[in-house]
């Protein structure tokens, strides 16, 4: 068993998949532990308990979206608000599902497609769709198990031991998303030059907006739809991608 | 807010997030072939996540310079190394050391 578990040999059975797949879900887990303790304060901060903070991970398994939310919460934001920030930070999960689509075997019975899409994740995603062929839903099983493990317990954890935590150490977690999504926009920006002339002008505009009289009144939520749909549409418009980008 | 309305909150935004998820993955069984449709969401990600990032994280802790610095150090890992645990570390770290000093 020790010899065969190399990238070439690829399980044959659902079992199998499955244990591949919550090796492979190892680092996620840490990852996501460590972020997740920041979101955990951050939760704290609004008001969540640890049990409410840990059902939030465990159903919205998102780290900008559940960010959103707790600005949303803190906010004391409406429905409206609520649901359509909600649908704007995700909007990616959305485009991954698409494509993870393209991934299943039409065979496959559609409960297995309910299940999946609470996997649909950066980093769940990517592992999955890069198997050869279809894709055994048990793979994206495992490393949703174990990497969401991590997610909601160090949810939980940052809200229960964010509080005995002195202010220096949560002063520095509160970063940690930040960083996180500065790892997930830069480095394709860095091999695209109108990718990150985009990432350099979102900024700009997200600050102009924070600080600007009246533009400042707008909530955090509206602005991060508003310049979505304004910036990202526009940027659609004037460059659309390629062909050969769009395969 | 009151802990039952953040609970019924919490149950919108899951419901939310879950839709967006599970929606393509029920009804769309074809390629997307509309050229805005398919740029605009390669590009949404990208335009969310910097305007979520700047300059909230300048604001995210106590002194204003160490949330710069953070933001370099975040801006250069991110470039050089790449990787999302990593570079959440590395910002944290430099928040946390120049917190010891300002």
């Given at each position: 068993m020790s010899k065969n578990d190399?990238?070439?040999?690829?399980?044959?059975?659902n079992a199998g998949w499955f244990t591949k797949g919550l090796k492979d879900g190892i680092p996620i887990c840490l990852g996501y532990f460590a972020v997740a303790f920041a979101l955990g304060i951050a939760a704290r901060d609004v008001g969540l308990s640890a049990v409410q903070a840990f059902f939030m991970s465990l159903g919205m398994v998102a780290s900008a979206g559940e960010f959103a939310a707790l600005q949303l919460i803190g906010a004391a934001a409406g429905v409206i608000e609520m649901i359509s920030t909600t649908v704007v930070v995700n909007l990616r999960y959305f485009l991954m599902s698409c494509s993870l689509s393209q991934k299943?075997?039409?065979?496959?019975?559609?409960?297995h497609r309910f299940f999946l899409a609470q996997f649909v994740t950066d980093e769940i995603y990517a592992l999955s769709v890069?198997?050869?062929?279809?894709?055994?839903p048990f793979y994206t099983y495992g490393i949703g198990i174990c990497s969401v493990s991590g997610w909601c317990s160090g949810t939980a954890l940052g809200v229960i031991v964010g509080n005995i935590l002195p202010e220096t150490v949560v002063n520095a977690l509160s970063v940690a998303l930040y960083g996180m999504f500065l790892a997930i926009i830069i480095p394709p920006a860095k091999k695209d030059r109108f990718l990150l002339k985009l990432v350099g002008i979102s900024m700009a505009v997200s600050a102009l907006f924070t600080w600007l009289p009246y533009l400042s009144l707008i909530s955090s939520g509206f602005r991060v739809i508003i310049l979505t749909l304004l910036i990202a549409g526009a940027a659609a418009y004037i460059h659309p991608l390629s062909e050969e980008e769009l395969s | 807010m009151n802990r039952l309305k953040i609970t019924l909150s919490l149950i919108i935004m899951i419901l939310t997030v879950y839709s967006v998820r599970v929606l393509p993955l029920l009804?769309?069984?074809?390629?997307?072939?509309n050229r805005f449709v398919r740029s605009f969401f390669h590009y949404v990600p990208y335009v969310t996540l910097a305007v979520m990032t700047f300059p909230a994280i300048i604001l995210a802790t106590q002194s204003v310079l160490s949330g710069v610095l953070a933001l370099l150090v975040g801006l250069a890992a991110a470039w050089l190394i790449g990787d999302m645990f990593l570079v959440a570390i590395l910002c944290c770290a430099t928040v946390f050391i120049s917190g010891l000093f300002l």
């Open positions: 190399n990238a070439k040999a690829l399980p044959a059975t299943l075997d039409p065979e496959m019975p559609t409960t890069m198997v050869p062929g279809y894709l055994c | 009804f769309l069984r074809k390629n997307i072939t």
